[in-house]
């Protein structure tokens, strides 16, 4: 059941904003000038790659390049999320976001793919590296965009609670630091060490296949149904400590977009009638409500004391009507 509150950090919200909208269209708001900041810093270094040659430049830009193009499905996941829900998609379109998130990851590894080969390649086809000067310019601009974008991204993600944008945005802050590595690349070349170009090149594609694995662990999680250590825990502790709960039975979440979703199995006194025990799970909803700040549902299923679980809702193994044995939840 859920009372049709949503908690923020500043309380609740009533009426007839749904709080996923309200979450989603902020998201949108930060996809977008995460884009615009990404793709101006990325503008300017394909400037400077174009008349420098420096394969380590060029690395960070595919790299800047890619990141920003991963705004446009993320946009559309939560443009989609604003639909809402229907007969058909049941629980909204909460999941575009992790179809969203796989193809960032494939962007991410197209990226490093590429940075990694030109970088190879260098090593083959050497060529001189010129304005040397603007190349370490680039560099500084990249690590400031990525780190305002950073900063930015980590920022709205945690309002509105979305694990993609909070992830995209440590995405952005590892860039920032790649980037530099480029002005350590510039400044070996001046030193009269030309494959310190190449080098970086590939140190960076290596950085974006660390960034890839960790940002496929955390989606393939997600898509799993898996939720963050401690979710369960926190669940069980604020349910348990609601009055007239005298225990609890299986304990579910997972995450559905950037709104968690909760099924909790509620034992009380059986002597409770239905009014009462309805009561209870209105309290135990409205707890978890306040305890996390982007429950988008929770589902409280009441069970008597003396048979608390979804053990006792089963029917033992049988057979009627010359149907083989079986049993029924």
Known sequence: MSDGHGHGHHGHT????????????????????????????????????????SVALLSDTIHNIGDAATAVPLWIAFALTRLGA??????????????????????????????????VNRFFDPQTIGFLWAVAAASVIGFVGNEAVA??????????????????????RTDGWTSLAVLAGAIGVWLGYPLADPVIGLLIAAAILVILWQSGKALFTRLLDGVEPGVIEEVEHTASH???????????ARWIG???????NVA???????????????????????????????????????????????????????????SHP
């Open 14 to 53: 009533h009426g007839a904003i749904d709080p996923s909208i309200a979450a989603s269209e902020r998201g949108m708001w930060a996809v977008k000038w995460s884009f615009v900041a990404l793709m101006a810093t990325a503008a300017i270094q394909v400037v400077v790659v174009f008349f420098s040659g």
């Open 86 to 119: 229907s007969r058909r998609f049941s629980f909204g379109y909460g999941r575009v976001e992790d179809v969203a998130g796989v193809i960032v990851v494939l962007v991410i590894l197209f990226s490093a793919v590429v940075a990694g080969w030109q970088s």
């Open 151 to 172: 900063v930015f991204r980590i920022r709205v993600g945690r309002s509105i609670g979305s694990a993609a944008l909070v992830a995209d945005g440590y995405h952005a």
């Open 242 to 252: 609601v009055c007239g709960v005298r225990g609890l039975g299986e304990v579910r």
């Open 258 to 264: 950037h709104r968690l979703h909760a099924e909790v």
């Open 268 to 326: 009380v006194n059986p002597k409770l009638s239905v009014e009462e025990g309805h009561e209870v799970a209105r309290e135990v909803n409205h707890a978890l409500m306040h305890s996390f700040d982007f429950l988008g549902r929770a589902v409280i299923h009441i069970d008597p004391a003396r048979e608390p679980g979804e053990s006792h809702h089963r029917i033992e193994a049988h057979s009627h009507d010359g149907l083989p044995l079986h």
